[in-house]
């Protein structure tokens, strides 16, 4: 199983970096590729330099990463099998493109390929509040059959830090994707807690 993560420029490196890795300790391939504003997001927020995290995610034989104008890289044709992408987290701009089938990166390509195959493509949109703007992009991607998931907290867990809740969305991401996936047993539902 081979998944393709875009990252976007829109704050929540930290719901990439779960993403990953959870894909990762699934055994699932991972082609990465990331934009520009991305790396800088990465550069602000994480403690560990973008850098850093692909030459550590580079030891697994399972992760492959591609330059954000690469447009010969084999995720920018659907000759090439992938079981769908992730765009996580997902700019506005992001996914006003996809929406209107704009293909100027390597990001905007793969999703494209990803609804012309008609592979499951997931997107984890990033801003609040959301315009009319916004919500029509994600209203038309919704029809095209892309699954939109908000990184929620799950207020209803005993989740305590980002680092949990970045973990619990990645886990809705693979879902959402076909891996089948389960939270530690801490983390799940067990009804209402005091």
Same mark, same amino acid.
């Given at each position: ?14 719901? $990439?970096? !779960? @993403?990953? &890795? $959870?894909?990762?300790?699934? !055994?699932? #391939? ?24 692909? &030459? &550590? ?14 447009? !010969?890289?084999?995720? $920018?044709? =659907? @000759?090439?099998?992938?079981? =769908?992408?992730?765009? *996580? ?8 493109? *996809?929406? !209107? =089938? +704009? ?5 905007? #390509?793969?999703?494209? *390929? ?12 990033? &801003?609040?509040?959301?315009n009319a703007i916004h919500l029509g992009n994600m209203k038309d991607l919704a029809t095209f059959g892309v699954t939109i998931l908000p990184p929620d907290p799950p207020y209803y867990l005993p989740i305590n830090t980002l680092a949990e809740s970045a973990e619990f969305t990645a886990q809705k ?5 076909? *891996?089948?996936?389960? +939270? ?5 539902? =067990?009804?209402? @807690?005091?």
């Amino acid at each position: 199983m081979r998944i393709v993560v875009g990252i976007s420029g829109a704050s929540g490196s930290l719901l $990439a970096a !779960k @993403t990953i &890795e $959870a894909l990762l300790n699934h !055994k699932v #391939r991972v082609s990465l590729v990331a934009s520009n504003p991305a790396r800088m997001v990465w550069q602000h927020e994480m403690n560990m330099s973008y850098g850093e995290s692909i &030459e &550590e995610w580079s030891y697994n034989d399972n992760f492959e990463h591609f330059a954000i104008g690469d447009f !010969k890289a084999p995720i $920018a044709s =659907g @000759t090439y099998p992938t079981n =769908g992408m992730v765009i *996580v987290p997902s700019s506005m701009a992001t996914i006003s493109a *996809v929406s !209107k =089938g +704009l293909s100027d990166n390597l990001i905007r #390509r793969a999703a494209d *390929v990803c609804l012309k195959e008609r592979r499951p493509l997931v997107v984890v949109p990033r &801003e609040s509040p959301l315009n009319a703007i916004h919500l029509g992009n994600m209203k038309d991607l919704a029809t095209f059959g892309v699954t939109i998931l908000p990184p929620d907290p799950p207020y209803y867990l005993p989740i305590n830090t980002l680092a949990e809740s970045a973990e619990f969305t990645a886990q809705k991401v693979l879902n959402s994707l076909g *891996v089948t996936s389960q +939270l530690p047993k801490e983390m799940q539902y =067990g009804g209402p @807690t005091t």
